[in-house]
């Protein structure tokens, strides 16, 4: 290989085009690919979120009220709404692409990939359900 | 009925011009008429200066492959009827420098394929006297997917991140290191993990996915990656668990 891709000693005069910053607005499904890397930022919001909010519990009992407070206003609804969003789509589309990572064989036969998404839709609404269940009920 | 349909075909000759620039051309319609055919007939009544590369006319050979309308695809598989009522424009595959017209310069992908040991490794070759290595028709399955690429590069031009990254090893050539080390024939994993798992292997993929979209022989080398990246990190773990293991 070269040492500078964009350029190879005694040919000039190859036409190289460059890639356009916004490489990915002209096709839906490169726009999607952008979307989903950048659901991850929902993901670290809401991990955010959560430590902020153990930080305010392991302060006093003013501090976690004035948090919880914090949460209930208007911006905080609209923030968690998008977040809640993207975190749905980054979930769906990476679980959607799970098979292309596993290739699990029962015996001979390779699991199918319907299969392999079904058990990930499963494990996720057990384990939201379990959550649920114990903020729900302690 | 339409009786013609014009290609807009991205022309560049270095000696004349150092931007690209579109000509069109009208071509009659046929319905069994594919883009190389109307390239051909170009060629052959219309223009001779044009310059592209074809050979077997039968998605075999993985030559013809060029831009029809944004989309990497092989043009002697695409049908003139699916781009009616046209124009069609046809351009260079992207993501490679292109020496004339629409033909591209590929000795990068060339290199790359030689770099992942694209052949069967053995730690020690049998004697010819004791035959051939058998194989199951189950064992020929794991690994028969993969080795049906024709190296056409239309996932290259494909993929996003080896426009943006031209050192990524790319995913013909990592499905192909797949077709290798899924065969029971082959003892070479290891040498070629050491290369993929680099700084411009397998994990500069982001599973945009689209080589798998478009390869014409469904290789799916997007599948391949991502399997190999179960692979790589699970070796990983292993090294640094058990270090006196192999």
């Not at chain 2, 993969?146 to 426009?163: E, K, R, T, W």
């Amino acid at each position: 290989m070269t040492q500078n891709p964009n350029y190879t000693k005694y040919h000039p005069k190859w036409y190289r085009k460059r890639m356009p910053i916004f490489w990915w607005v002209h096709k839906w499904t490169h726009a999607k690919f952008i979307l989903r890397e950048l659901t991850c930022l929902s993901v670290a919001f809401y991990a955010l979120v959560l430590l902020f909010q153990i930080r305010a519990l392991t302060q006093n009992q003013q501090a976690y009220t004035s948090f919880l407070e914090l949460l209930k206003t208007p911006v905080s609804i609209v923030l968690h709404g998008i977040a809640f969003l993207f975190l749905l789509f980054h979930t769906v589309t990476w679980f959607n692409l799970a098979p292309k990572a596993l290739a699990l064989r029962l015996g001979k036969k390779r699991v199918p990939d319907q299969a392999i998404k079904a058990l990930n839709y499963i494990a996720w609404i057990f384990l939201s359900s379990l959550i649920a269940w114990i903020m729900l009920t302690i | 009925m339409a009786t013609n349909i014009t290609l807009e075909v991205l022309r560049y000759r270095p000696e004349e011009e150092s931007e690209p620039v579109y000509q069109s051309y009208e071509v009659p319609y046929q319905k069994d008429w594919v883009i190389l055919d109307a390239l051909n007939y170009i060629k052959d009544t219309l223009d001779g200066t044009l310059s592209y590369r074809w050979s077997c006319r039968m998605g075999v050979c993985g030559s013809c492959g060029m831009m029809v309308n944004g989309a990497p695809e092989l043009t002697c598989a695409s049908f003139l009827e699916k781009y009616l009522p046209g124009p069609v424009r046809v351009e260079p595959l992207v993501n490679f420098p292109v020496i004339r017209d629409l033909v591209i310069e590929m000795s990068d992908f060339m290199e790359k394929l030689k770099r992942v040991s694209p052949w069967i490794i053995r730690e020690q070759e049998k004697p010819l006297s004791d035959g051939e290595y058998l194989q199951t028709p189950a064992e020929l399955g794991d690994y028969e997917q993969f080795s049906m690429c024709i190296n056409c590069m239309l996932c290259y031009a494909a993929c996003p991140v080896y426009g943006l990254e031209p050192t990524f090893v790319g995913p013909a050539a990592i499905a192909i290191a797949q077709r290798y080390n899924l065969d029971n024939r082959d003892q070479g994993n290891k040498q070629r993990l050491e290369v993929l798992s680099e700084d411009n292997g397998i994990f500069e993929c982001t599973l945009v996915g689209e080589c798998s979209v478009v390869c014409p022989k469904d290789v799916d080398p997007a599948g391949a990656i991502q399997r190999y990246k179960v692979v790589a990190a699970a070796t990983w773990w292993k090294s640094l668990l058990m270090p006196w293991g192999r």
